[in-house]
């Protein structure tokens, strides 16, 4: 399994991509505005919560389309179960959507995955281009109906960040953190 970051580089990823913290010498003030302008990326933004660690699941590879034998323990899933075969971290549109088990081999393979359901051409578009351009290897992209309409989701092994729409920002910081410099190949370990 692979090895996580400890709560120290979790909390400063949080802290740094979510709450627009002031500096101490500063008075506190509501900055609400000026943390979405600063943090958002030219173009489509949302809203992200602070990263979540579930609880680590067991597991091992699954058979063709078998599916696991317990459910997941998040949603979309962060670990446990997990297709073999060999494949690549790549962009997926609806008709080759990522299946849950395919979806943690990704992370098992030390990817990202990027969730998303119903966004708009624009938003979709710019989540694609930035995976195939700025992370090629590194982040799969994939449609998932199990989210709520204009959701996204970020994704690695024992880590889960939700955005009320998509901040390509957040993705950058949960990359930077979670992805391998050179992933391998899911199936390939």
Known sequence: MRQHLGACAIAACVLAACTGAQPAAEPARDNT??????????????????????????????LRDQPPPVPY?????????????AFS?????????????????VLEAGGVVATYRDLSEDDRGALEETATMAYPGRVAVTPYDRLEPGEVAFTAWGALQRCDGLDLDALAVFVTTYADEEPTAPGEH
């Open 33 to 62: 505005a000026e943390v979405a302008t600063a943090t958002a990326s030219p173009g489509p933004t949302g809203t992200c919560a602070p990263v979540e660690t579930p609880a680590l699941q067991g597991g091992s590879h699954l």
């Open 73 to 85: 323990g998040s949603t979309p899933p962060t670990s446990g179960w997990h297709a073999s075969g």
């Open 89 to 105: 971290i790549d962009v997926r549109g609806p008709s080759e959507a990522l299946s849950e088990p395919q979806q943690v081999s």
